[in-house]
């Protein structure tokens, strides 16, 4: 346990003695996003009632740094405001059902894994200019988990999981799941399904990487530049694909379209196309899932179709709780620090975030996030008709692709850490995107179309 919380502290002792020399972005790019990305957040110790992990303290910290700096200038936005209401309602669920005590950890807990990793990416990216540096470190973490992960795909055994487990000396209770006769990777992010949701993140960022041609510096400079993109996507890619989580993937496809539009040269014709596309593919989807999930438990034998039954079933078992729970719904029925939160002995495991936050924070709960992605995606909405740099266009596209994907993720699986650390800093991200310094133009250079000219004076 000793050597536990030294390992917890570490990142901390690390982050105090960086920021005697750089600002809080910089030691959020070089510390907080690898230990959110890298090391296993079910690595945690107890104390008192709440769990902490190698990220609780680095969030605290350079959230309160980035308000502190940044609160001057900071123009408070409907978004904002609900990211603090959504930590007050989970404070107010668990005050109804539960006694403060245990509501204050809850609150707490909640707050470090939601409202700190927001006004991280509020506060300490777009302001200082560090979006390119903080996608790259993003993908290239996941690039390291990938290049790692054909173990845990091969022999079902995860490295992350056994390393925490000789340091622990106890088993993590995180299953380990196959599918086709091979494991689904879950990395360091416990469920595979989370897995497959932060690399599609991953490869969305990417995609504007490639775009913007970001990776044509020093970084990775023993690659040939033009074969670094390359391979940094075959790895994400691979990364992907090794979860075998359909779910991640089928709203990666759309975060995709989405995010085609900003490479279209009619953007306007592209979106149409694009709106209608998704609205056809989301009718098929329906259809099909409709048909594959309406199936008798006794008739099949299909771990995956019983499994997307059994999400199918939440929605018939959780409906009548979460009318009666109202507008506060139930709170926590206690502090943990991994896995979905039960409230039905029939089904214990809420594989749905949506159902997850009603049931625990009720319609108020439950509002307030369908807000924040609402006004999030209006923001990048608004953002892509506006701006002109063309750099500008494609990231705020790509982020609504991210937005997208992770919404459309969430109705499969309960998320947990690091996504909701991940899910909360990009509509932060998304809500202080400000157009670059260079001003070029969004549609081609002048030299490049026919019978350019230029003035010359005698």
């Excluded at 957040?41 to 309160?64: E, K, N, R, S, W």
């Excluded at 009603?358 to 006004?375: K, N, R, S, T, V």
Aim: aromatic letters at 12%.
């Amino acid at each position: 346990m000793v050597l536990a919380r030294v390992l917890i502290l570490l990142p901390v002792l690390v982050a105090l003695a960086m920021l005697n020399r750089m600002s809080a972005a910089r030691v959020a790019l070089k510390v907080y996003v690898p230990c959110m990305m890298l090391i296993p957040l079910y690595l945690q110790v107890p104390v008192g009632g709440l769990f902490f992990d190698p990220t609780t303290f680095l969030a605290v910290i350079l959230a309160v740094i980035g308000w502190y700096t940044w609160s001057s200038s900071l123009k408070l936005t409907l978004l904002d405001g609900c990211a603090l209401l959504f930590a007050v309602s989970a404070f107010i669920s668990d005050v109804q059902r539960h006694d403060a005590k245990l509501a204050m950890y809850a609150f707490l807990t909640f707050f470090v894994a939601y409202v700190c990793p927001y006004f991280i990416g509020r506060t300490l990216i777009e302001q200082s200019g560090m979006r390119r540096e903080f996608a790259k470190v993003f993908v290239l973490c996941l690039v390291a988990i990938a290049i790692v992960s054909p173990f845990e795909y091969l022999t079902v055994r995860n490295p992350f999981q056994e390393f925490v487990e000789r340091i622990f000396h106890h088993w993590v209770a995180w299953p380990r799941q196959t599918r086709w006769g091979f494991a689904r990777i879950a990395g360091p992010f416990g469920h595979a399904i989370v897995a497959g949701m932060v690399f599609s993140i991953g490869l969305l960022l990417q995609m504007w990487l490639v775009g913007t041609r970001s990776w044509n510096s020093r970084l990775l400079g023993s690659f040939r530049s033009r074969r670094k993109p390359l391979f940094i996507t075959l790895a994400v890619l691979m990364g992907l694909f090794m979860t075998q989580s359909r779910g991640p993937w089928i709203g990666c496809a759309f975060g995709l379209i989405i995010a085609a539009i900003g490479f279209a040269r009619d953007r306007r014709r592209a979106a149409i196309l694009a709106l209608s596309g998704l609205a056809v593919a989301l009718t098929v989807t329906s259809i099909v899932l409709n048909k594959y999930t309406n199936v008798d438990d006794t008739k099949t034998t299909d771990r995956d179709q019983l499994n997307a039954s059994y999400r199918r079933e939440l929605i018939a078992t959780y409906t009548p709780l979460i009318e009666e729970g109202g507008i506060w719904g139930w709170g926590t029925p206690q502090v943990v620090a991994n896995g979905a939160i039960g409230y039905s002995r029939t089904q214990a495991s809420i594989d749905n975030n949506y159902i997850l936050v009603a049931m625990w924070q009720g319609y108020f709960g439950i509002g307030l996030l369908l807000l924040m992605y609402g006004l999030t995606l209006i923001h990048l909405i608004r953002l892509c008709a506006t701006m002109r740099n063309r750099d500008d266009i494609l990231f705020a596209y790509c982020m609504m692709g991210c937005v997208l994907a992770t919404a459309f993720s969430s109705a499969t699986v309960s998320i947990t850490n690091p996504m909701t650390q991940i899910t909360f800093m990009l509509m932060g991200w998304s809500a202080s995107i400000r157009p670059t310094g260079d001003r070029k133009e969004a549609l081609a250079p002048v030299s490049a179309m026919p019978f350019a000219f230029k003035r010359v004076f005698a």
